[in-house]
């Protein structure tokens, strides 16, 4: 069950998302709301991202990127039993949430509306974002499993060659790929 303050106190998501996680037995906890602003700031300084940008996928310069309308589904091969915590853009709501177990984290999402999020972990070893665009992002450890993702598929394209844009349009040491990502192995 989720634990933490009272619903009436925090954002709109992270209230779907406590919503969600009492929905499916889900053990969530609300960061105090200075843990979360401290973890966006390392977050942007511990993965170069550029402080400038709304959004934080749109200034993630050295991710590693799909295109899949489903990839948020995908996140549990990553995340596994490990505890996760799930963030937003400061713009949506400033809140942050840590769930005990990673793989209860799709199974909140499935129960949810649809909204952008950020995920990582205690160590911050990783980001890994889903966004409108339906574009699965990581960087940290998260960008090789996504380069995996993409090499599983087959659709594997460098852009490294490119200017400093965001993940959107691919930028600078961005590997992108199209389309579903079928998992059968």
Do not use: C
Request: net charge negative.
């Amino acid at each position: 069950m989720s634990e933490g303050k009272p619903m009436g106190t925090h954002g709109r998501l992270v209230k779907e998302v406590l919503i969600a996680a009492n929905e499916i037995g889900a053990q969530v906890a609300v960061l105090p709301k200075d843990s979360s602003k401290a973890l966006h700031e390392e977050l942007l300084t511990r993965f170069s991202i550029r402080k400038s940008m709304t959004r934080i996928w749109e200034g993630m310069a050295n991710a590693a990127v799909v295109r899949d309308p489903n990839g948020w589904r995908l996140i549990s091969e990553f995340l596994k039993e490990a505890p996760v915590i799930m963030l937003f853009d400061i713009v949506d709501d400033s809140g942050a949430l840590r769930f005990e177990r990673g793989s209860d984290v799709t199974q909140v999402l499935a129960a949810s509306v649809g909204f952008e999020f950020y995920l990582t972990n205690d160590s911050i070893e990783y980001i890994l974002a889903f966004n409108h665009h339906d574009f699965l992002i990581g960087d940290g450890s998260a960008r090789q499993w996504i380069i995996g993702l993409v090499a599983h598929k087959g659709d594997r394209r460098d852009t490294s060659e490119r200017g400093n844009e965001t993940p959107e349009a691919a930028g600078s040491g961005v590997v992108v790929g199209e389309g579903s990502v079928e998992r059968g192995d």
